[in-house]
């Protein structure tokens, strides 16, 4: 047992401390009375559980907050529609439809280029 007044270790069947003289007895009942049982201790693991759950409920929360925020900073809102709040094609659809006409000229000239080789040769 240590010693509440200076922290010594003593021996559990002695009454006073060896070091400072402070009466164990009376330290251990007072001790005794201030440790928490029966319906306080339930309720004080109670308290602690729902803090545990407000703490991970909050910080889920916040990192759902923060990326929201990087989210809408960092993305295009209209990510996925075609069209703009106006009417008019996104930039996204634009892309898409440029590189549709794009690939489609390519793959005639190439076909052109193609049958000319062909026709050459034959």
Do not use: W
Not at 6 to 31: I, M, P, V, W
Not at 51 to 71: D, E, P, Q, Y
């Amino acid at each position: 047992m240590f010693c509440p007044n200076c922290g010594e270790r003593n021996s559990k069947l002695q009454n006073y401390c060896r070091f400072c003289g402070l009466n164990l007895s009376d330290a251990t009942k007072s001790l005794k009375n201030q440790i928490v049982f029966g319906d306080d201790s339930s309720r004080l693991k109670t308290f602690a559980s729902l803090k545990r759950l407000i703490n991970a409920v909050s910080l889920s929360l916040v990192g759902a907050l923060i990326v929201g925020f990087v989210g809408a900073r960092c993305g295009d809102h209209r990510l996925f529609s075609a069209q703009s709040e106006e009417g008019e094609p996104s930039a996204d659809a634009r892309r898409g439809a440029k590189r549709r006409i794009y690939d489609e000229r390519k793959f005639v000239a190439d076909r052109r280029k193609c049958c000319r080789i062909h026709t050459a040769s034959g």
